[in-house]
T-cell receptor, first 116, second 110 residues
Framework: GAGVSQTPSNKVTEKGKYVELRCDPI?????LYWYRQSLGQGPEFLIY????????DSGLPNDRFFAVRPEGSVSTLKIQRTERGDSAVYLC??????????????FGEGSRLTVL | GNSVTQMEGPVTLSEEAFLTINCTYT??????LFWYVQYPGEGLQLLLK?????DKGSNKGFEATYRKETTSFHLEKGSVQVSDSAVYFC?????????FGTGTSLTVIP
């Protein structure tokens, strides 16, 4: 597609449930990033992929969070046993490559997760 | 470590006023610097960038100069419009990770 696509745009779930958030990056972009944005804050890094592999997952807050990108395109962020503190907007971004420090990120519109 | 600090908002200005949003950074190595903007109901989008010291990024009347000596990348616009109302994020790219400031909300009133 023309831009980064994220689904669902809104997700309301109950505490303890499992959630999957999907990101479809810009075609040809090898780098894909997940960020979390809480109200009034800037995007907080979670994980990034270069191709199929997670190149840096140091931002994942705990082992309830996991992300995959099996074919080097679409990525899924998975959250197990959701907690109210997980409520936030989850942003996906892609970049042509992660190697250069001059590249820019292209963001999707985000998936707003609300855990009741 | 790497981090970005930007002035807190919200900022409210009248149309045609001068805008400055301050941004300072801490980084190892030689990062690139960015300003991203988030208009109401939309995703973040790149406003401008600078990739090395003394570079000036510019777009839509906005400018920012990469100042290594003061580790700053302040955003300026000479005459703001109502359509500039948005949240502005300063960011740096170290080569494999982007770091964002907390954002500054700007409201321009007619």
């Amino acid at each position: 597609g023309a831009g980064v696509s994220q689904t669902p745009s809104n997700k309301v779930t109950e505490k303890g449930k499992y959630v999957e958030l999907r990101c479809d990056p810009i075609s040809g972009h090898t780098a894909l990033y997940w960020y979390r944005q809480s109200l009034g804050q800037g995007p907080e890094f979670l994980i990034y992929f270069q191709g199929t592999g997670a190149a840096d997952d140091s931002g994942l807050p705990n082992d309830r969070f996991f992300a995959v990108r099996p074919e080097g395109s679409v990525s899924t962020l998975k959250i197990q046993r959701t907690e109210r503190g997980d409520s936030a907007v989850y942003l996906c971004a892609s970049s042509l490559t992660a190697v250069s420090n001059t590249g820019e990120l292209f963001f999707g519109e985000g998936s707003r997760l609300t855990v009741l | 470590g790497n981090s970005v600090t930007q002035m807190e908002g919200p900022v409210t200005l009248s149309e045609e006023a001068f805008l400055t949003i301050n941004c300072t950074y801490t980084a190892t190595g030689y990062p690139s610097l960015f300003w991203y903007v988030q208009y109401p109901g939309e995703g973040l989008q790149l406003l401008l960038k600078a990739t090395k010291a003394d570079d000036k990024g510019s777009n839509k009347g906005f400018e920012a100069t990469y100042r290594k000596e003061t580790t700053s990348f302040h955003l300026e616009k000479g005459s703001v419009q109502v359509s500039d109302s948005a949240v502005y994020f300063c960011a740096l790219n170290t080569g494999n990770q982007f770091y964002f400031g907390t954002g500054t909300s700007l409201t321009v009133i007619p």
